[in-house]
C-alpha cells in the first residue's frame, strides 16, 4: 500500500509517518480528509475527538461517511471507514465536546506528535494554541469556508494563534450560511498534509481563494502576546457553559446537569437530542437557541 510514498519520499521519512501519533480534532470535512490522506501515507496512530454525529448534509464533503452511518457518531463511522482501508491502525476514539478539561485528559493520556485542527469555531482553536504551549506539542490550524480556506502550522514555539489574534473573532459565517465545496476542503487538507510530510518549520502560512494560493510569512512572536510570551492561558480557565450555534442545519450545543453513564438520544418533536455523560449536548433540528433550550427543558421535565 506504501510502495508509491516510500519510492518519492524515502522509506525512512514513510518509516517516520507510520511511527507518528496525531490527534485529530473535529471529524467534519476537514477531519475526515486529514485522516483520509495521512492512513493512505502508513499513519497508524489516531487519536479522533468528536461529540457530533452524522447527518445527510455532511455527506457531500465529509468523505468518510456514507448513507448508512446517518445518526452514527462520526468518530466510529470514522474509525470503522479507516479501519477498513488499513486494519492495523490503531484509532482511539473519544465521542465527547472538546474543553479545557477534555482536551487535557486526551493530550496527558497519549504521547501525540502532532494535533491538527478540524473544528468550525475559534474559541475551542483558541484552547488548542494554550493547551499546545502548555505541552510543547506541535499543531495545525485548519479553516474552510466558501471557496476560501487557511493553513497555518504551529510547529515552532516562536510564535502562536493569540499573536495573530487579539481575541476570538466576531464572525457568524458557517458552512451551513455560506456553503462549502469538497475541492475547498481538499485543496486546505493537501496544503496541510504536505507541510507535515516536509515537517515544514519555514514559517510561513497560506491562503486559499477559489483555488488560488497566496502564501504569506507568519508575523513574528508579539512581545505583548499573553499567551506565548506571557505564558497567561486565559482560554483555558474560561467556562463554555453556554449555547453555541454549530456548522450544520440547525445544530445547537448546550449543557445538560443530567447524570448519565453513556451517552443517550432523545426525540422531540422534530428535534433530536444527543446528550453526553460529560454534560454536554447536541441538538439537530431546532430552528433557534431558544427552541433548541426548550427540547432540552422537555426532557428534564420528565425526569
Not at 499573536?163 to 469538497?182: A, H, M, Q, W
Amino acid at each position: 500500500m506504501l510502495s508509491r510514498a516510500k519510492t518519492l519520499l524515502g522509506e525512512s521519512r514513510v518509516d517516520e509517518l507510520t511511527r507518528m501519533n496525531i490527534c485529530l480534532i473535529g471529524m467534519g470535512a476537514l477531519g475526515c480528509a486529514y485522516a483520509d490522506q495521512l492512513i493512505r501515507l502508513g499513519v497508524k496512530n489516531f487519536i479522533i475527538v468528536d461529540q457530533d454525529i452524522v447527518e445527510s448534509s455532511n455527506l457531500g464533503r465529509q468523505t468518510l461517511y456514507t448513507q448508512g452511518d446517518i445518526h452514527q457518531l462520526k468518530v466510529f463511522a470514522a474509525r470503522d471507514r479507516l479501519l477498513s482501508i488499513a486494519p492495523d491502525t490503531q484509532i482511539t476514539c473519544y465521542p465527547e465536546h472538546v474543553t479545557v478539561d477534555s482536551l487535557n485528559d486526551i493530550l496527558q493520556a497519549h504521547p501525540i506528535d502532532l494535533i491538527i485542527d478540524g473544528t468550525d469555531n475559534f474559541h475551542t482553536r483558541f484552547v488548542i494554541n494554550q493547551l499546545s504551549l502548555k505541552y510543547q506539542i506541535p499543531w495545525l490550524y485548519s479553516a474552510c469556508i466558501g471557496r476560501k480556506g487557511t493553513v497555518i502550522p504551529f510547529f515552532n514555539n516562536n510564535r502562536c494563534l493569540h499573536c495573530l489574534f487579539d481575541y476570538v473573532p466576531n464572525t457568524e459565517d458557517t458552512c451551513s450560511t455560506v456553503g462549502i465545496i469538497p475541492p475547498t476542503v481538499q485543496f486546505v487538507v493537501s496544503i496541510g498534509v504536505q507541510l507535515i510530510i516536509d515537517n515544514d518549520h519555514s514559517d510561513n502560512m497560506y491562503y486559499i481563494d477559489r483555488l488560488n494560493l497566496t502564501k504569506l510569512p507568519i508575523p513574528n512572536r508579539r512581545e505583548d502576546c499573553v499567551s506565548c510570551h506571557d505564558g497567561n492561558f486565559s482560554y483555558m480557565e474560561q467556562s463554555t457553559d453556554h449555547i453555541i450555534k454549530r456548522c450544520g442545519d440547525n445544530i445547537f450545543e448546550l449543557s445538560h446537569t443530567k447524570m448519565i453513564q453513556s451517552i443517550e438520544r432523545h426525540q422531540v418533536g422534530d428535534i433530536w437530542l444527543t446528550l453526553f455523560p460529560n454534560g454536554r449536548v447536541m441538538c439537530h433540528g431546532a430552528r433557534s437557541a431558544d427552541e433548541a433550550k426548550r427540547a432540552l427543558s422537555s426532557i428534564k421535565s420528565k425526569e
